[in-house]
């Protein structure tokens, strides 16, 4: 049985989804004012590990991911490329979708912008206003925390230090994991015309960025899903914001599961525009690196670890996967005519359980990967000695096809589902 890390109960917990065979996802998608660096994909690709080894299990898998399109940073980094918002989004987007098909990502079924959603966004922010959740200040709406049943909960944030004064945040982000102890915004009120802004029953404005998630969760999938995933920066106020939104509004609990992916390092310390360290696929492929090394690279280590990327980690993480693949390329050149010996048959048959147990715990993929390759070499030295059949060669192919249905690293062509 499939094995999940909890962030909501911090314990490791058998996967039940709602409904038999069929699992709804939420995935935070990126921010699109500017590109995704390596850190962002690394998330986005632990998720994609996520569906595919669902699928590769039987369920039938249906995710909503977000755009953001609009928000405070967005406004600011259009005014200072002297562009359009529009403009600078879908060049931003165009980047992303490029460099997912590069991974071989399986796109969700539901990729919302924050732009589209418009509509149902005011439709929340009214029921909240009507039940008491959330309310109207000089042109703005704001979220009352206290309000919401067990607010703080997937932090296990201690509401005895919130202030008995009442305090609002008006910014759609705050740098930092900081809890901003407070009212949260809904609705950016807009008096003095700026762009961009919708003229609505809520007033001129635009959406915050806290309502977007929910807005497009509910507009697609529906009140309830099985898994929410992030990265672990979610954590800290954004998450709890969403779970918040949405149990207020529905009034049913909104997910069983939260998975959370660590950072990505560089050269041992974090990515920021002050060091100048920041990495992008599409640089790594342009200096002549496979996709699919950049993809193992970066699953290849737990998601729920730190990943330090330097030349010489990439560089060994790429030598294991051409080393697996050179393994299963002597297998082929040594293949004869002949039959399945009782002792291939029997390694070729570990080779999906061995496999999936690894998998089932947590999606511990690099265990799962050596695992395999102990067998794949373990085959070849037998193949140096005795040849392996056709037949035995095509039991190797069909099961690691399988499995890469899940990997997407060890054969050439790209596979999607």
């Not at 071989?104 to 959603?117: C, D, K, R």
């Not at 990495?279 to 280590?301: M, N, V």
Request: proline residues 3%.
């Amino acid at each position: 049985m499939l094995k999940l890390y909890n962030t909501m109960t911090r314990q490791t917990e058998d996967f039940r989804p709602r409904k038999d065979n069929q699992v709804k996802i939420f995935t935070c998608g990126p921010s699109i004012y500017q590109k995704a660096h390596l850190g962002n994909y690394r998330t986005f690709l632990y998720e994609d590990l996520l569906v595919r080894y669902l699928k590769y299990k039987g369920f039938d898998v249906e995710r909503a991911m977000n755009l953001t399109d609009i928000e405070d940073k967005t406004i600011s980094e259009a005014k200072k490329m002297d562009t359009d918002i529009k403009t600078l989004t879908d060049d931003v987007l165009a980047i992303f979708r490029e460099s997912l098909n590069g991974f071989g990502f399986i796109m969700p079924e539901h990729l919302i912008s924050a732009t589209e959603s418009i509509e149902q966004t005011i439709h929340m922010i009214k029921e909240l206003v009507k039940s008491g959740h959330a309310y109207e200040h000089q042109g703005s709406y704001f979220f009352d925390p206290l309000k919401a049943e067990n607010f703080g909960k997937l932090f296990k944030l201690d509401m005895n230090r919130w202030p008995k004064q009442k305090r609002r945040f008006r910014k759609d982000t705050y740098n930092g994991n900081r809890w901003n102890l407070g009212d949260f915004i809904l609705w950016h009120g807009n008096e003095n015309g700026e762009h961009p802004y919708w003229d609505t029953d809520l007033g001129r404005g635009r959406p915050s960025w806290n309502i977007q998630d929910p807005a497009i969760i509910t507009m697609s999938i529906g009140s309830q899903v099985d898994i929410n995933c992030g990265g672990i920066d979610n954590i800290y106020r954004h998450h709890d914001y969403n779970i918040a939104i949405m149990e207020s509004y529905t009034g049913v609990n909104y997910a069983n599961y939260y998975m959370h992916g660590e950072h990505l390092l560089v050269d041992g310390t974090s990515m920021s525009k002050s060091r100048g360290n920041i990495i992008y696929p599409e640089h790594i492929a342009a200096e002549g690196q496979d996709w699919k090394d950049i993809r193992f690279f970066l699953t290849y280590r737990h998601y729920r670890k730190k990943l330090n990327y330097t030349h010489e980690n990439f560089q060994k993480s790429a030598a294991k996967l051409h080393s697996f693949r050179n393994d299963l390329s002597r297998i082929r050149s040594q293949a004869d005519i002949g039959s399945v010996t009782p002792e291939v048959k029997t390694l070729i048959q570990k080779i999906r359980p061995e496999f999936e147990a690894h998998l089932n715990d947590d999606l511990s993929l690099g265990d799962g990967f050596d695992s395999v390759h102990r067998i794949i070499r373990k085959l070849k030295n037998k193949s140096m000695l005795t040849p392996l059949s056709p037949d035995a060669l095509k039991n190797i192919d069909n099961t690691l096809h399988k499995i890469d249905n899940v990997l997407n690293v060890i054969y050439p062509k790209q596979i999607r589902s």
